[in-house]
């Protein structure tokens, strides 16, 4: 694979000169003298109007570039406010333990100048020593820790062990990193933060607030959600810049013997051919892919490329490595040496590396697919060229819309504006969480109330479970439990599975459920530093997977669905053709299948099914749009079932969904699994008429929901745009995996529906039906036809599988079906609203059609048996039975 044939667009920015600042005025003579003995005779703009607005009071947000010294930014105003009161405290707060560790580093010197009895620091987090938190509590005037550690910690411990005569004098907080805060883990911290004012508050302390933050659309913004301060923002950068070249490259196309375009080759597959070239020419690299997976599948096909062309037996392959969650803090700790030392010379990273950890100069960095979001994009670059040398940056865009897009658009990175960070400090299940761990931390007061809006629906139901007390116009905690190590900052699903080595029950990895039910299902292949596993057992009640090693040359994508119910709208308008609502919904989601892909060309190798779905279902926040009676009516025309009716083909719902769900991650600054769309259960009903609204939804991946779909209502006309921009604007000729998802759709009956949500137009002629060749799927057990003649069976058959509605299915004597309708009777009219109140019927329903053959369309329905009348009989006596108790009591 020819490196230079691939690419499509490349462009150099020229080196930047530095831009210079004298002291501040107001900058002490010791700081100065420490200052200019280290080579620093002067200072960047940017870190001299820093130190005056911080002393002159003001909560400050910088976002210059990587490697613009903002560490020295943030160390003048706290050093100087501390050899002038050294009683002064400080914490640094930062996203990674790594991260914390590797600035600590950077502070090493100032301490060395000063000496530690008038400036010391430390790393306090859960991997320090007992004897170094005493010292760091009693002695440290500069703490660096993370959120977790904020969170169970120094807040819930805040009155005893030393932490008392930190808050008291408090005088700064540095935020690094502050676009990492966004999500789930940026509303936990907005939660930690309203909590921290309160002990604050508690001990007279008002500190001031230093961030830094990529460059991203509201910094300010996201600044003052996170901290309920005002901000001043500093973007005038005057740090120096190499030269930096960036290549984009298009991976090959891939064609059948028909000249049938199939897509391109995975970017995957090229870079691990680039990673195995720089690491042959001894290069300085980091390669970044956009998964854990992808890092391990990069990260095996580049090892065996070297070790297939390695013929003098020093091992290229040995200098190179993986970096990324999952890995132990040991395993990481020795990689990090490892590359700072030279005994490797590249790594394959998530974006576990884009923050500023020291791993030494870096020449090249490749990145395998665009990251998702400029700001990430910008870090993981920002990595190379730190030295001062010119350096180049790989993108090897994917087969996939924001990739292609940017294919089309190049400039699009480079001078439109950022995504904006959403942060939702309101979402019910966070702030609950923290309102617990307040109460245990301070009793909640009347002033709590402008710190948590929610707290008058909160406390009555923590009096009402016995976890608060009323005491004297107060509510104190009282519970059993540590309210603050009951949640994880980085998530709202506190439930965690293991995956265990079953040889010698190590333990690989930890990951929360819906993510075990995607990777670590039984039949799956996990990776784990260029180890393969297979699962072989998933046990759901002690939440463990148990895998063996494994050498199969393929790995494993899940196979999943989707279904969504309203609760309740909170906002709806009418945008164009569509209505645009807002609301709660209640989403389920099933793991019920894997693909087999293999290592190196990724070809399909077949698919394998679970014996019982994954299934997990939450309540969260949504946005939905109508879709117009003419698209339904196309799109189902359109529709066509394989030979079993278990297979829709030429499904152009699913295309209009994966366009807007890409468009609404272009405006929403979301990762992948941050925000889900589907459409309506009734979109597929091919029976149905056009009376029903088919809505398109928009949903938050997380309980409760985080802010993203409120986000993607407010800026639904730009979504729309982005998505007919993306599908309109594809270079493909008929539809592709980039612009709709699947090329056997045609992007013109796609571009044509999300047109038609703006104004009305006619239907497009000379539709493409391709043939579609036969796909693998697993027979199910059941024949929907032969279910009344084989109704006991299938109960039995339930009753084994340990389904929940078994029970139920076993009650009822025979159904009966006409077309795709089952008919199950009843003998009472109670039973009737019963089962069908629609969670109940959606459960009935998906246990049918996943075990049998049933039509996509089906429906159940409750008939009332003969004889029900007789039941009333039985009513009215219960009534008297219940009546008569009542009386003799």
């Not at 808050?167 to 990193?177: A, G, H, R, T």
């Not at 929907?784 to 003649?789: A, D, G, S, V």
Request: with cysteine; charged share 25%.
């Amino acid at each position: 694979m020819q490196i230079e044939n691939l690419i499509t667009y490349q462009k150099t920015t020229p080196s930047i000169p530095p831009q210079y600042a004298p002291y501040p005025q107001t900058l002490s003579e010791e700081i100065r003298t420490h200052l200019a003995t280290h080579g620093i005779p002067s200072l960047y703009t940017h870190q001299a109007e820093m130190f005056t607005q911080a002393t002159r009071g003001k909560n400050i947000v910088i976002t210059t570039s990587t490697a613009s010294g903002k560490t020295l930014g943030f160390l003048l105003p706290v050093v100087q406010e501390i050899l002038s009161n050294p009683q002064s405290r400080a914490i640094f707060l930062y996203p990674t333990k790594a991260l914390a560790s590797d600035q600590y580093r950077a502070i090493r010197p100032w301490i060395e100048t000063f000496g530690e009895h008038r400036l010391s620091a430390g790393v306090y987090d859960g991997d320090t020593p007992p004897t170094e938190r005493s010292r760091i509590r009693k002695n440290a005037n500069i703490i660096l820790t993370n959120p977790e550690m904020l969170n169970s910690a120094f807040l819930p411990n805040h009155s005893k062990a030393g932490f008392d005569f930190i808050f008291s004098n408090l005088k700064y907080i540095v935020i690094d990193e502050l676009h990492t805060y966004r999500g789930a883990f940026g509303s936990h911290l907005a939660n930690v933060f309203r909590r921290l004012s309160r002990i604050c508050r508690y001990y007279h302390a008002s500190p001031r607030f230093l961030c830094s933050s990529a460059t991203i659309a509201n910094p300010v913004e996201l600044a003052r959600a996170v901290c309920q301060r005002e901000f001043i923002r500093i973007d005038r950068d005057g740090s120096p810049a190499p030269e930096k070249r960036y290549f984009f490259l298009q991976p090959p196309k891939i064609y059948g013997k028909d000249n049938q375009y199939y897509g391109q080759v995975q970017s995957t597959a090229v870079a691990a051919a680039m990673t195995a070239q720089l690491a042959e020419e001894g290069q300085s690299f980091l390669t970044f892919a956009k998964s854990r997976r992808n890092v391990e599948v990069i990260l095996k096909e580049a090892r065996d490329m070297l070790d297939g062309e390695d013929i003098s037996g020093t091992g290229p392959a040995d200098r190179i490595s993986g970096y990324r969650g999952g890995y132990t803090p040991k395993e990481r700790k020795e990689i990090e040496r490892k590359m700072t030392t030279g005994e490797l010379c590249g790594l394959i990273s998530t974006n576990a590396l884009e923050l500023g950890i020291d791993i030494g100069k870096i020449d090249t960095t490749v990145l395998a697919g665009y990251p998702g979001t400029k700001a990430s994009f910008w870090q993981q670059t920002g990595r190379a060229g730190r030295s001062g040398k010119a350096c180049s940056n790989y993108l090897i865009l994917d087969n996939l819309p924001l990739d292609q897009y940017i294919s089309i658009n190049p400039d699009w990175l480079f001078d439109g504006e950022s995504e904006s960070a959403v942060v939702d400090r309101d979402n019910l299940l966070i702030e609950l969480a923290h309102i617990r761990a307040a109460a245990a931390e301070l009793p909640l007061t009347l002033d709590d109330i402008a710190v948590f809006p929610d707290l008058g629906e909160t406390i009555p139901v923590l009096l009402r479970v016995k976890e608060l007390s009323a005491q004297d116009g107060r509510f104190s905690w009282c519970g059993d439990t540590f309210p603050a190590g009951d949640f994880s900052l980085r998530n709202i699903d506190k439930v965690r599975y293991k995956l265990v080595d079953q040889e010698n029950a190590r333990i690989i990895t930890e990951m929360d459920e819906m993510q075990a039910f995607r990777e670590i299902h039984e039949g799956a292949v996990y990776m784990h530093g260029g180890a393969q596993y297979e699962v072989v057992r998933m046990d759901q009640e002690t939440k463990t997977s148990y895998a063996v090693p494994f050498r199969g040359n393929y790995y494993t994508m899940p196979g999943s669905s989707t279904t969504i119910r309203v609760i309740h709208g909170n906002a709806e308008k009418e945008y164009k053709r569509t209505k645009v609502f807002f609301g709660d919904v209640n989403v389920k989601e099933s793991v019920y299948m894997y693909k087999k892909l293999q290592f190196h060309n990724h070809q399909n190798l077949g698919y394998g099914q679970l014996t019982r779905p994954l299934s997990k279902d939450f309540d969260t926040e949504s946005t939905w749009i109508t879709i117009p009676k003419n698209v339904v009516q196309v799109y189902r025309s359109l529709i066509r079932e394989s030979g079993n009716g278990q297979i829709l083909r030429n499904n152009h719902f699913d295309g209009i969904c994966y366009a807007i769900r890409n468009a609404a991650r272009m405006a929403t600054m979301t990762e992948q699994e941050d925000i889900g769309v589907t459409m309506s259960g009734n979109a597929l009903d091919l029976g149905a008429g056009l009376q029903e609204e088919v809505c398109l939804y928009i949903f938050d991946e997380y309980v409760g929901g985080l802010g993203y779909a409120e986000k993607a209502y407010e800026l639904m006309p730009k979504i729309i745009e982005h998505a007919m921009e993306m599908v309109g604007g594809c270079k493909c000729k008929d539809g592709c995996a980039a612009c709709v998802g699947d090329y056997r759709l045609d992007k013109k009956i796609v571009y044509w529906g999300l047109e038609n949500l703006l104004l009305e137009l006619d239907s497009p002629m000379g539709m493409k039906l391709p043939e579609h060749t036969p796909s693998t799927y697993m027979q199910k057990p059941f024949s929907f036809e032969e279910l009344p003649r084989k109704w006991k069976e299938f109960c039995v058959f339930l009753g084994r599988k340990g389904e929940t509605m078994a029970a139920f299915f076993n009650t009822v004597e025979q159904v009966s079906i006409e077309g795709d309708t089952l008919f199950l009777p009843t003998s009472s009219t109670f039973y009737q609203a019963w089962i069908l109140e629609p969670s109940n019927r959606l459960s009935l329903k998906n246990i049918i059609s996943f075990y049998t053959d049933a039509p996509p369309s089906l429906r159940l329905e409750v008939r009332l048996a003969e004889g029900t009348e007789n039941r009333k009989d039985t009513e009215e006596k219960i009534r008297r039975r219940y009546s008569h108790l009542n009386d003799t009591k």
